[in-house]
């Protein structure tokens, strides 16, 4: 069975459930996805904004398009999210793509604030992955798409909580990669720069930001998804070269064979009971 989201139309290829779906992102992944032939699930907080995402998107590709209204900030909503991923044997694919963003610093943020954000990025979407991936595996492969963000590898530029919530939708979704590999399905962590969304309205208003670094939603999800069909791992909409990423990689890996020695590094001059 394929393990990809394939770009061909036609009977129903699946169903995929997708995150934050009511409007940017979110939404933009489901009419790509619907277009390639997959149905849909779409969750989002705003029944009325899901309703009008769905409505349009049944009507131009005549797919199966359900909604679920959920807040996966409340423990009860949540649960529904995952109990439709546990037991709807159609789903192949999920699109993490809800979360929530800041840009104030430490001294500047509200607990509560960092602590729903992490709930958000990181909970929810940890806890639906668990739900869903029993179910690919058995049905012998499929797709799971986290939306994570440069912050997570440039913790300098954004909220210190925010830029690690999205490290850690990396790290997890790498990790994943390499434990579901031969279960033949595929993790694919999606790293956007500045995006023409409400989120960055709300961090610093798009139109604050020089132009040249802002990308439209539609063209950040096309690259993401040709991503997905390249075999990527790890996708950055706006890198142009993907030997930087492999680069950065490879130093990474390059570290991991001394990561665990019986002796201090010489330079701590520590020499203890691990020295010959």
Known sequence: MSNTLDNNAGASKGTALITGASGGIGAVYADRLARRGYDLILVARSADKLGEVARRIANDSGRSVRTIVADLNNAEDL?????????????????????????????????????????????????????????????????????????????????GVYGASKAYVLTLSESLNHELADKHIRVQAVLPGATATDFWNIIDGVGNLPQQIVMSTEDMVDAALAGLDLGERVTIPSLPDAADWNAFENARRTLTPNLSLVQPAARYGVFGKGAA
């Open 79 to 159: 649960g529904k999210v995952e109990a439709v991923l546990r037991s709807d044997g159609e789903i192949i694919a999920l699109v993490n793509n809800a979360g929530v963003g800041a840009a104030s610093k430490l001294l500047d943020s509200d607990i509560e604030a960092m602590a729903a954000l992490i709930d958000l990025n990181i909970v929810a979407l940890t806890r639906l992955t668990y739900a869903v991936v029993p179910k690919l595996v058995a049905r012998g492969g499929g797709t799971i798409i986290n939306i994570a963000s440069i912050a997570g590898i440039a913790p300098e530029l954004l909220n």
